[in-house]
């Protein structure tokens, strides 16, 4: 294997970079499509960022590996009351903390641990609410603030969260990567020491490996924690060598630079099949790449307008020509393996004259000037949005209007996305939940419309918010997959976004990685994984 050398990371000393001796190391280094905004998965929303934090931290629950089964995380059971209001976690006994840097825990994992990791994202008066920018878009696009009605400390392995509703999804929920545990006493030393905002940069969990180094856009590095609840991994080392290029990637992993890759470029799989010294595993993907209509900005508050440009996209053609077979024309927000997907809706035709008239029945007989912004990075429901927006731009020349393709910086991008600072965006999602919630609530509620939420057309249809708030009140599947199907109408009929595909996920392997699973979720998992 090829040595990867490493820079300076974060004052970490280069002695904890490996523990074990090099001859028996095992060492499995993921090319890692980007590089993570930090090491704290509350303050973000995009799967590269969780994927770096995953490794360090439990959440209270956990999915089971490879599938969206709710399992014991950090809390070993819970019971749920009668009415649905009351979920009581008993926690692991001796659960151990990592440490690092000048930090060594003096105590287990406990009760205080959990109240503080919720609260920071809770309450304002929290001493880490407002630091690393103090944005918890998941938690407040979720409207947990409204939803919790308080978290309380039962015994120090004992915790309780009462609701002020039923929350169908809650469990799958707290599942979700915005629901890390962390160490208050790390929290309490870094606050006396004055450095808070080190939590969410040299991240300490209670998970399977713990964090060492990471030198910014090039290398995460990651070693096995020897006192982990759930024993130590057959890894002793993990790298996340940060390669934004698919084509090197690939190089990477033909070389044995690396021996785990996500997201080749569609025209490599069929290569990739065929090479004897890769595995290639493929899932239908659980997400959606989608534009996004600003409705707060002319002309996108027209509904005309929004299905006009929806009809003189020829989606059928740049599916075909970017997904190739990895993908799948979309017409719904949420993908067709997911329950309550409404199959009996009929997409937008592809129809330029249509689409001229109704520009000219919403006063723009001769089209109009707009933005369009591109992702500067691949993303599994997307893998070339600067050439999708180029089919766009031509496509839309057609009906006389004029498209500036904008991009930015990938954090910068969905920074100013989130905001509504665009007319039209291309952005997607991949489900962390399984619960159609996870995509029309979270990505089309009222809830998360305002500026800085994941609700980018920043949409906020009455009826359609309350089917699906309704949805979250009732934990009868039939009912709520009812309701759903009635929401996925009315966002048809609205045309927020423009549905583009939802697409097949690969991921390629070196031959002797072992145990390694794909994620329903997108996110990418290596406890459990070992090289042969």
Request: glycine content about 8%; charged content about 25%; hydrophobic content about 40%.
């Amino acid at each position: 294997m090829k040595r990867i050398l490493l820079g300076a990371g974060l004052g970490m000393a280069a002695a904890l970079a490996l523990s074990a001796p090099a001859q028996a190391a095992k060492t499995l280094v993921y090319c890692s499509e980007g590089s993570p905004e930090n090491f704290n998965p509350m303050l973000n929303t995009t799967g590269t960022s969780f994927d770096v934090a995953l490794p360090v931290y439990n959440n209270l629950v956990q999915f089971e590996h490879g599938g969206t089964k709710v399992v014991p995380g950090l809390a070993e059971s819970w019971t749920i009351s009668d009415d649905g209001l009351v979920y009581t976690f008993k926690l692991r006994a001796g659960a151990k903390w990592h440490s690092v840097g000048d930090f060594k825990p003096t105590r287990d994992a406990n009760a205080d641990d959990v109240i503080f990791s919720f609260e920071r994202q809770w309450k304002p008066d929290h001493p880490f609410h407002k630091v690393s920018g103090g944005a918890y878009d998941y938690f407040n696009d979720m409207a947990m603030p409204k939803l919790l009605k308080s978290i309380e400390k039962v015994d120090d392995l004992t915790v309780r969260f009462t609701l002020n509703a039923v929350e169908a999804p809650f469990l799958a929920n707290l599942a979700m990567p915005f629901a890390p545990i962390m160490s208050a006493e790390y929290g309490a030393m870094l606050l006396k020491k004055g450095t808070p905002e080190k939590l969410d940069q040299v991240p300490v969990g209670t998970g399977p490996f713990q964090f060492v180094a990471y030198q910014k856009d090039a290398v995460v590095r990651y070693k096995a924690f020897e006192q982990y609840w759930g024993g130590k991994q057959p890894l002793d080392n993990l790298v996340f060598a940060i390669t934004p290029d698919a084509a090197v990637r690939l190089a990477k992993l033909k070389a044995n630079e690396c021996q785990v890759m996500p997201y080749p470029n569609p025209a490599d799989i069929d290569g990739m099949k065929k090479d004897s010294s890769i595995v290639v595993q493929e899932q239908e993907g659980l997400n959606v790449g989608y534009v996004s209509f600003n409705v707060t900005k002319k002309p996108f508050d027209d509904v005309r307008v929004r299905r006009a440009v929806s009809m003189a996209m020829d989606k059928k053609a740049m599916v075909s020509a970017v997904y190739q077979a990895a993908g799948v024309p979309a017409k719904n927000p949420i993908p067709p393996t997911m329950w309550s997907y409404n199959d009996s809706i009929e997409d937008y035709p592809y129809d330029v004259e249509r689409a001229k008239k109704l520009l000219a029945d919403a006063g723009y007989p001769n089209g109009f000037e707009t933005d369009l912004w591109a992702m500067p990075v691949q993303r599994p429901y997307n893998p070339n949005a600067k050439r999708i927006a180029e089919m766009m731009q031509a496509d839309l020349a057609k009906v006389g209007i004029k498209a500036k393709i904008v991009q930015y910086e990938w954090g910068e991008y969905r920074k100013r996305m989130q905001q509504g600072e665009h007319q039209m965006g291309m952005l997607g999602w991949t489900g962390d939940n399984g619960d159609p919630d996870n995509f029309l609530y979270t990505l089309l509620g009222c809830e998360a419309a305002r500026p800085g939420g994941n609700n980018l057309s920043k949409w906020c249809n009455k009826e359609f918010d309350d089917l699906v708030v309704q949805a979250k009140r009732t934990t009868d599947i039939a009912a709520r997959t009812k309701l759903y199907e009635q929401a996925q109408v009315i966002f048809k009929e609205e045309a927020p976004w423009y549905t583009i595909a939802h697409s097949v996920v690969y991921m390629g392997l070196a031959k002797n990685v072992v145990g390694y699973k794909m994620d329903p979720f997108g996110i990418h998992r290596f406890d459990g994984v070992d090289l042969k």
